[in-house]
């Protein structure tokens, strides 16, 4: 299957300060990626839509503000943690979608694990 | 009301047993069905897709019911490294998880 990478795979932190995930497709590319974020033994949650060469289109409640993303080519999606703070702590996923024809499948990102102190 | 719902457990079951799994979807829009298994500090990883006329893969077999708008997962012969959470996912425009349901299966 298509291979997805994100990196870092964990970041500490400081309170205040911002972090910046990548996401990238390594063998194929992507004009939809979405990223989610899982607090412990909860579910994922979808956060955004990336769309490239667009703006990305954020789930009710994301604060777009806080959370940028910007999808500039077809291979790479980057989220920006802007001032995180303690409760931002979690696992960021990112994924990619593969579409051809009626077929559709999403390709996760091995996750990047976020504290913040 | 969530849009995908199930179970969260645990299921805690012996080596060899079987478990099914259910979840429920509230959009009826939905267009694609899938489970995926989940484990401790990884990324999801699918599973498999959910079709109508359900499907079958080694000891793993995945229904659809659309008009109960449920999916379903039978596990036969459980396995140790059957342990892990199993999310149901609903696609329309993008990929809707459940809470998860924590599987345990002992010796």
């Known amino acids: 299957g298509a291979v997805v990478s994100q990196h870092p795979s964990w970041v500490i932190c400081k309170s205040g300060t911002s972090v910046k995930i990548e996401c990238r497709s390594l063998?194929?590319?992507?004009?939809?990626m979405f990223w989610y974020r899982q607090f412990p033994k909860q579910s994922l949650m979808l956060m955004a839509t990336?769309?490239?060469?667009?703006?990305?289109?954020?789930e009710q409640g994301v604060e777009k503000d806080k959370f940028l993303i910007n999808h500039a080519s077809l291979t790479l999606s980057t989220l920006t943690v802007t001032s995180a703070h303690p409760e931002d702590s979690s696992f960021y996923i990112c994924?990619?979608?593969?579409?051809?024809?009626?077929?559709?499948?999403?390709?996760f990102g091995p996750g990047t694990r976020l504290t913040v102190l | 009301r969530k849009e995908v719902e199930q179970d969260p457990g645990p299921f805690n079951v012996p080596e060899g047993a079987t478990v099914a799994f259910n979840c429920t979807y509230s959009?009826?829009?939905?267009?694609?069905f899938f489970w995926y298994r989940q484990d401790c500090r990884k990324e999801p990883k699918l599973l498999m897709s959910?079709?109508?006329s359900g499907n079958e893969d080694g000891r793993f077999t995945a229904q659809l019911n659309r008009a109960s708008q449920y999916i379903s997962l039978l596990i036969r012969d459980s396995k140790l490294s059957d342990s892990a959470t199993y999310l149901c996912?609903?696609?329309?425009?993008?990929?809707?998880f459940g809470t998860g349901t924590r599987l345990q299966v002992f010796p």
């Open positions: 990336s769309n490239e060469g667009s703006k990305a289109t954020y």
């Open positions: 959910v079709y109508s």
């Open positions: 996912a609903v696609n329309t425009d993008k990929l809707i």
């Open positions: 994924s990619a979608r593969v579409t051809s024809g009626s077929y559709n499948e999403q390709f």
């Open positions: 063998d194929f590319q992507a004009t939809t």
């Open positions: 959009n009826s829009a939905s267009q694609s």
